[in-house]
């Protein structure tokens, strides 16, 4: 049964087109998607879209109408996950995370790993930094049982990109809930302040900012430097520099915040942006923080049994995953007790890995 899908509804935006497609490749439910990206500026397909679509297409041997840059209309068939190496480039600094993204869900039951290599931006705008990836919703997947590994080989940064990121998804034969009803005590913040192509004192003074305000209120704080010139081969082709911070606690939570550089903006301002973001999240008693709200939906909704999660709030993405879930997901249930924190309650619908049966 063919399920349509306006991409003007609530955010309007791209993760309506990455997550309908997902969702389709993991339930074999075929999607007809109008009104792409209609709520932004420039409506439409973009490289990073496409090479989202395209990719879950391989992963799901789909067959796919209107993938074109500008397409508004897009029909997905999918039809058989299979396991297997890949290699896609988005062409642009377009975000490899959010290709990656895309990926993740089927993948997870697939018949065999799937080993996947993306190559364009790893550290982007409106989009996870590829340390936040692998250090904050990898974790907290993992706790769901679904195991998958990620690699940085190369810095990408607009306007280049050139960006590699490699990644091995070991299939599950279903989803565990994930369960987090309390923050617990932070026993850490740990991070990762990097640059290319900068001046050594650039991520330094990102990460001894970031470490002054949290420090201030009593956290333990740990981030690691990473600064790359020219002759690393992890390097960028052009400069570029963020932080990334998560804080781990008792109970096992894991909340995460991050800052990109942009020209004109000071080191000491990323840095704290980083940091007051992340401190935001945790005196709002978040057990994920407001992004991994969103990126986590799409599992817990697929998962056996009842997950709980608190967040400082449900953001647009994370409440239009939640609409795409219940219209494409027969049977998953949610419920939301709005407060500081909000909690989010989730019965899966349990689905089963069918090469695992």
């Not at 998953?332 to 019965?347: I, S």
């Not at 899966?348 to 090469?355: A, D, F, M, Q, R």
Request: charged share 25%; hydrophobic share 45%.
């Amino acid at each position: 049964m063919l399920v349509e899908v306006d991409g003007s509804m609530l955010e309007g935006g791209g993760q309506i087109l990455r997550m309908a497609v997902a969702i389709s490749a993991v339930t074999k439910i075929p999607v007809s998607i109008f009104n792409i990206r209609a709520k932004r500026r420039d409506p439409g397909l973009k490289a990073q879209h496409a090479t989202a679509i395209r990719a879950v297409a391989r992963l799901v041997d789909a067959d796919v109408d209107g993938l074109a840059l500008g397409a508004r209309e897009l029909l997905f068939k999918p039809k058989a996950i299979r396991g297997g190496e890949f290699r896609f480039d988005v062409g642009t600094a377009g975000s490899t995370t959010l290709v990656l993204q895309s990926l993740l869900p089927a993948a997870a039951f697939a018949p065999s790993t799937v080993r996947v290599e993306v190559k364009g931006g790893t550290d982007n705008p409106l989009a996870p930094p590829i340390d936040y990836l692998s250090n904050v919703l990898r974790p907290l997947i993992d706790m769901m049982g679904y195991r998958f590994e990620v690699n940085t080989i190369k810095r990408g940064f607009y306007p280049r990109g050139g960006g590699i990121i490699r990644s091995s998804m070991t299939p599950v034969p279903k989803l565990s809930p994930l369960r987090i009803e309390d923050q617990g005590i932070v026993k850490i913040v740990k991070g990762v302040s990097h640059s290319s192509m900068l001046p050594s004192h650039v991520a330094q003074r990102m990460a001894e900012s970031a470490r002054r305000v949290l420090a201030n209120r009593g956290y333990d704080v740990d981030i690691a430097i990473e600064v790359l010139q020219p002759e690393h081969p992890k390097c960028a082709l052009n400069p570029g520099c963020g932080i990334v911070l998560w804080a781990e606690t008792t109970k096992g939570a894991v909340v995460g915040a991050d800052s990109l550089g942009e020209v004109g903006k000071p080191a000491e301002v990323v840095g704290e942006e980083a940091a007051r973001r992340l401190i935001n999240e945790i005196e709002g008693g978040a057990t994920i923080d407001v992004h991994a709200a969103d990126q986590l939906v799409v599992y817990m909704a697929l998962a056996e049994g009842e997950s709980v999660v608190k967040v400082s709030e449900l953001s647009m993405h994370a409440l239009t995953c939640i609409e795409l879930s219940k219209k494409l997901m027969r049977g998953v249930k949610f419920e939301v007790k709005e407060g500081r924190p909000t909690t989010l309650r989730c019965r899966g619908v349990g689905l089963k890995n069918e090469y695992m049966a």
